[in-house]
């Protein structure tokens, strides 16, 4: 899913008001061309396209190996037996691409239709997900410029309990993290 939040008392290019936006969206669950699954290299990329509006692009650079993930995916009939890049629609999001902007990277465990209550108790897990390199590009001094989403630009929220998710940072100048989440461990006493 992608989701996105605008939040500005006033705002500058129509002077006006504006209250807090909150949306998100999800592609249609039913392509299951657009699973992808444990062992799957994605590169994912949000953009503004054009003034107060973003896209998200997910392109798969390699497919699993893992048999039990290949079973699953061949049994969907899909082209090659393989996953298919996705490009969301256009959607508006107020001031992107024009004002300063803040981006959010989640690793979180499926529960759909939990979203905005307590996390579920579940015997789920996600065994070191590998951000490989973390970019934003930001327009420094009039040139656009290409920096690591480090520790320096970031504020971690490991939520809801930090005994559950550890994060270790890969290497730092490439804003790559290992992160893994295990509900189970904030269980034992």
């Known amino acids: 899913f992608w989701r996105y939040i ?12 504006r209250r807090e936006v909150n949306s998100w969206n999800v592609s249609n669950p039913r392509s299951l061309c657009y699973y992808y699954f444990p062992g799957d290299t994605i590169r994912m990329k949000i953009y503004s396209p054009i003034p107060h509006y973003l896209q998200l692009r997910i392109e798969v650079v390699q497919k699993t190996s893992i048999p039990k993930y290949v079973a699953i995916r061949k049994s969907y009939g899909l082209l090659n037996d393989s996953p298919s890049d ?30 905005g209550y307590h996390a579920k108790m579940t015997q789920a ?13 930001r327009k420094i001094e009039g040139k656009v410029v290409k920096v690591p989403m480090n520790k320096e630009r970031q504020v971690s929220m490991i939520c809801p309990s930090e005994e559950a998710i550890q994060v270790v940072t890969l290497i730092e100048s490439k804003g790559s993290e290992s992160i893994t989440i295990h509900p189970g461990k904030s269980q034992v006493q």
Do not use: C, M
């Not at 959607?91 to 759909?112: C, M, T, W, Y």
């Not at 897990?125 to 590009?137: N, R």
């Open 6 to 17: 605008y939040n500005e008392a006033l705002d500058v290019d129509f002077n006006v008001r």
């Open 86 to 115: 996705f490009y969301s629609p256009l959607f508006h999001s107020q001031g992107h691409g024009v004002l300063p902007a803040e981006f959010k990277r989640v690793n979180s465990i499926d529960q759909f239709g939990n979203e």
């Open 125 to 137: 897990t996600v065994s070191e997900a590998l951000w490989h390199e973390t970019y934003l590009y």
